[in-house]
């Protein structure tokens, strides 16, 4: 059983340059999560898409973030002109359709803006 | 809004002694409930969620929880602590409305003495 992929798992960036992960869900999952984690914190919602249409974005995904799902399959998250503030966690979560669905999570991908 | 609160920060068992992790929500609706572990440097594992029905809820590795509609909670608890259970701990609530996005708490850190 294939769970959650991200990569890459860890990304050391400088100040200003853009950056793109990627998640691979389960396959057979439609719902697909973006979360991002700071320390000392619990995650927070960034986004998610039901197959390739993203239906919710957080106030937290400001302009110079976006995350796209083009096939309904894998998903990209971007953050262009990086800032230190944007050094956190990034998780990405699948789950099937349907209410109260458990959401099954990535190993995350550590994001260090210098 | 939804809301977790995890009053604990820090918690300090000894092995083999019990534990009990606090957990209170605020949500308009029956909520869905999950609670998740974290190890240092790595994604979350599913412990168990509540749906509905039997309040007393049975998970992996010998946690389970209750929920308290009355008191707005769903503590987790085990009867017998073992080192390897040393992690984070996150409480979260489902929010039906938005595709099942999870709401997390800030998380307990569990240390286990020998």
């Known amino acids: 059983d294939t769970g959650v992929s991200q990569d890459p798992r860890h990304k050391i960036t400088k100040r200003g340059q853009n950056v793109t992960f990627r998640c691979d869900p389960i396959?057979?999952?439609?719902?697909l999560y973006w979360y991002r984690q700071t320390l000392g914190q619990g995650p927070e919602f960034l986004t998610y898409?039901?197959?390739?249409?993203?239906?919710?974005k957080s106030r937290l995904l400001s302009d110079r973030f976006s995350a796209e799902r083009p096939k309904g399959s894998f998903s990209t998250l971007e953050i262009q002109r990086t800032e230190q503030g944007d050094s956190a966690m990034y998780l990405c979560?699948?789950?099937?359709?349907?209410?109260?669905?458990?959401?099954?999570f990535g190993p995350g991908t550590r994001l260090l803006v210098l | 809004a939804q809301s977790v609160t995890q009053p604990d920060i820090h918690i300090t068992v000894s092995e083999g002694a019990s534990l009990e992790l606090r957990c209170n929500y605020s949500?308009?609706?029956?909520?869905?409930l999950f609670w998740y572990v974290q190890s240092p440097g790595q994604g979350l594992q599913l412990l168990l969620k509540?749906?509905?029905?039997?309040?007393l809820v049975q998970g992996i590795k010998g946690f389970e929880a209750e929920f308290k509609r009355s008191q707005s909670s769903f503590n987790l608890r085990k009867p017998s602590v073992h080192w390897s259970d040393a992690a984070e701990y996150f409480c979260?609530?489902?929010?039906?409305?938005?595709?099942?996005?999870?709401?997390f708490g800030a998380g307990t850190i569990l240390r286990v003495k020998s």
């Open positions: 979560a699948s789950s099937p359709p349907g209410l109260g669905e458990t959401q099954y």
């Open positions: 396959s057979e999952h439609n719902r």
């Open positions: 898409f039901q197959n390739e249409a993203q239906l919710e």
């Open positions: 949500y308009g609706a029956t909520p869905y």
């Open positions: 509540y749906f509905s029905g039997d309040t």
């Open positions: 979260a609530v489902g929010a039906t409305e938005y595709g099942n996005k999870l709401v």
